[in-house]
């Protein structure tokens, strides 16, 4: 699987999803309380999911999880390549949940927002592309736009950063 997941990285992670990653590596402890949502959602980005599921795997077979634990045991996974691009993909995104000067509990509130907003993400585009799917159930155009557009301004605040702002609703 970590074979598979390296060939996925021909494109480029998101940035974001990546440090939601690098979140989950440097504080494994952190997926606890979002195991299932973990399970549903991912991290935002397909060429994360082998990890999740290692991640979520090695969560019920071990315990307590530390990062060195946790980095040895996906290496030996073969999902080297992986982490590698997760570090760096990871630095692109800027992100202050991975900040020097975050504090734990700062960097962990980031975290969760991120997240909840990647899985709130999740949802919207498997709503769309259902409701595009299903041509024959009843259609109703209004919502559909308004679904839309909420996704779209998710998207643009997670790219952007904004979803960390302070009173960023998003």
Partial sequence: EGQQAARAL???LDPMAAALA???LDHPDWMFDHMEALESYGLGDPALDGL???LVALS???SPLDSGAVNRHLQNQGFGALLSE???AALRSASPILAQDTTLA???AGWI????AFARLTALDRALKAARDDASAEFDAEIFVRTKQERDSLRKALKSGQIFEAESDV
């Fill in 10 to 12: 021909s494109k480029a």
């Fill in 22 to 24: 690098q979140g989950l």
């Fill in 52 to 54: 999740v599921r290692a």
């Fill in 60 to 62: 019920f077979s071990t």
């Fill in 86 to 88: 997760i570090q760096k």
């Fill in 106 to 108: 700062d960097a962990q």
């Fill in 113 to 116: 927002k991120a997240f909840n």
